[in-house]
């Protein structure tokens, strides 16, 4: 019976594997035709005049204008510098949220005395704490990265709380009923019972942290890609600033596409063993 | 004296403002080493009493007392299954990992014997959503014995399995206690499973206890056609027909 239940897991694997395969590649082809028409549209307006080529330079000259950054190492130095900034506020936003989150599963009698800051702060935009946090923080890295950090905490505050309360009460009486104590119970039951949503919490995280990196180098910043876009506004480069919002558009979704697959290994076919 | 006394327990719910009662003063002795079958219609009681005896919830008065230490498990109506983890390591869920080598080997073996014993020895790496209804509540049932505990409180657990497997849950069931003496509570619809598995059988009416039944321990297994169990099965049927 074993044998058989492997084997047609096996079979059906495989069957799976080749229809995910056709999905793929019908996927992608999909992708490149609607780049291709994009790129057509916006090569038939420049072409046509129906902008001032200071408005919206044609894709030749973005295309030109990020091969030179290629060539003189600007692209990379600029992407390193947001991609650390990005992580260190994305990383301390995810700890703070986790720490947040646990105690209200926790101690669900200390929620409620900060709950209210939370959700009064989630609907304050973070860049209009920027005069407040330069005030308190300076121009240098730390209002950069709390810019982030505000950013891309509450999405993740907001997942990772409803993974820790929305477990199912049925799940918990299992592990009472066991005699697991309150914190074996988070360990064993609730925390992994969460994941699903505190990764999902982190992915939007993710995304927020890179949308706000613009914002956070606005702030006395001489590097980044937040940087080169706003300096390139300033000296009216437009291929540079569509240069730029391209290189953090492609960034963030290569990121998002690694965390996902990160994700799949760490569920390890999460599909199929219900946790979704 | 040993094993559970339960002492004029009262519980009641708060139901659309209203207060529903739902224990209404019972009085009750589990002895040690035996299987109670607790019987009576939905809502009679049964679940909470269940509840209340195992800890989950909490009385309004009267008390349950323990005269000797106990290590309880719970079969619930549902399988209750992590949906994370895998059949072995659902079964293992209520163990304490072993401290060393010979501890761990000893885990193993439990946990083997009772996968094996509840037929899922070619499922033990398969996970809840992969299992048949049936299966996962065997699941459930195995995660309750691996525990080995004294006393094993089983809230209708074979409601979802097919006949076959009912009766062979059943023969699992009088064998455990047999072999290890513990005391179970068992929660029932149903007259013939109450008859094969009880050594005491209590009809619960109105949140009260309306009467209790006795059946001789014996070594084989019960014939339901018995005249004694067919003159008991009318009287419960009776029992159970007043309380309309």
């Known amino acids: ?276 | 004296m040993d094993g559970i006394e339960v002492r004029n327990l009262k519980k009641s719910y708060e139901v659309d403002r209203r207060r529903l009662e739902v224990l209404n003063g019972i009085d009750l002795c589990l002895e040690p080493g035996e299987i109670t079958i607790l019987l009576g219609r939905s809502g009679c009681g049964k679940t909470t009493l269940l509840r209340l005896v195992g800890g989950l919830e909490r009385c309004d008065s009267g008390e349950v007392v323990y005269h000797s230490q106990h290590k309880t498990a719970f079969v619930f109506q549902e399988p209750r299954l992590m949906p994370w983890l895998d059949v072995k390591e659902n079964v293992a869920f209520g163990l304490k990992s072993g401290q060393g080598e010979a501890d761990r080997e000893r885990m193993e073996a439990k946990l083997e014997s009772v996968i094996r014993l509840v037929g899922l020895a070619d499922f033990e790496h398969a996970y809840p959503a992969q299992l048949s209804g049936g299966m996962q509540q065997r699941t459930a049932i195995a995660r309750a014995l691996a525990y080995e505990p004294s006393f094993i409180l089983m809230d209708e657990p074979f409601a979802a399995l097919d006949y076959f497997t009912r009766e062979q849950m059943q023969r699992e069931v009088i064998r455990v206690q047999r072999e290890e003496g513990s005391s179970i509570l068992f929660v029932t619809h149903s007259i013939d499973e109450a008859l094969i598995l009880g050594h005491k059988i209590v009809v619960m009416k109105d949140g009260r206890v309306h009467s209790e039944y006795r059946i001789a321990q014996e070594d084989g297994k019960r014939d339901l056609m018995d005249e004694r169990l067919l003159k008991m099965k009318q009287d419960i049927l009776k029992d159970i027909e007043e309380q309309v």
């Open chain 1, 1 to 276: 019976m074993g044998m058989e239940f492997d084997r047609m897991n096996k079979g059906e694997k495989r069957n799976d594997k080749q229809f995910g395969k056709r999905i793929k590649a019908g996927r992608h082809f999909k992708i490149g035709v609607g780049l291709v028409i994009l790129i057509l549209l916006w090569f038939v307006v420049c072409e046509t005049g129906i902008f001032n080529a200071y408005v919206l330079p044609s894709p030749q000259k973005v295309l030109k204008t990020l091969w030179k950054m290629f060539l003189n190492g600007e692209l990379f130095r600029d992407i390193w510098i947001s991609l650390q900034r990005v992580l260190k506020g994305f990383f301390i936003a995810f700890v703070l949220a986790f720490a947040l989150g646990a105690v209200s599963s926790l101690l669900p009698g200390v929620r409620e005395y900060y709950e209210w800051l939370v959700q009064f702060l989630r609907n304050v935009p973070p860049l209009s704490m920027i005069p407040l946090l330069i005030l308190w923080c300076g121009i240098g890295e730390t209002t950069k990265i709390v810019i982030i950090i505000l950013a891309s905490f509450f999405p993740m505050y907001l997942n990772i709380v409803k993974g820790f309360l929305s477990c199912d009460e049925k799940l918990i009486e299992v592990a009472v009923s066991f005699d697991y104590s309150r914190w074996k119970c988070f360990q064993k039951v609730i925390l992994p019972h969460a994941i699903p949503d505190i990764l999902v919490g982190m992915r939007t995280g993710l995304g927020y942290s890179w949308r706000a990196i613009i914002g956070a180098e606005m702030v006395a910043a001489s590097s980044g890609i937040g940087h080169l876009i706003l300096f390139a506004q300033q000296m009216s480069r437009t291929d540079k600033v569509i240069a730029g919002i391209l290189i953090i558009g492609v960034v963030g979704y290569a990121t998002d596409k690694i965390f996902a697959l990160a994700i799949r290994k760490f569920l390890k076919g999460a599909g199929e063993n219900g946790w979704n």
